[in-house]
């Protein structure tokens, strides 16, 4: 088995929906004709790279946390501990995240 770049699997639909939208029927033969590849590559090529998904879970936790400040000064400490868990909460996603990205990186 050969190790596919992370994109692989989405070019690869995006090229299905291209040849089935030009009429012709997918087998995953790849004996569609050689302009939905190209096609699928051109479309490939204006898509925004893909979010770090730990960056933005600990953007999302840093909003957290300073909601959970406000909250703390405003209306207190129990008001606070809602944010706070999910602030928490976030902050073990992102680690997770980038845990699962190292794990892609050594395959």
């Known amino acids: 088995m050969t190790d596919q770049p992370a994109g692989a699997g ?3 639909r995006i090229r299905r929906a291209i040849c089935e939208a030009s ?3 997918w087998d995953d033969d790849g004996l569609e004709p050689d302009e939905c590849g190209e096609h699928a590559d051109a479309v490939l090529a204006v898509l ?3 979010a770090d998904r730990a960056v933005v879970l600990r953007e999302a936790a840093a909003v ?3 909601e959970a400040a406000h909250l703390h ?3 207190g400490q129990k008001a606070a501990a809602g944010a706070r868990l ?3 909460r976030l902050s073990r996603m992102a680690e997770e995240a980038q845990q699962g990205d190292t794990a892609g990186e050594r395959r």
């Open 48 to 50: 925004p790279a893909p």
């Open 23 to 25: 009429g012709f029927a």
């Open 10 to 12: 989405l070019r690869d």
């Open 73 to 75: 000064d405003d209306m």
């Open 64 to 66: 957290a946390r300073d």
């Open 86 to 88: 999910v602030a928490d």
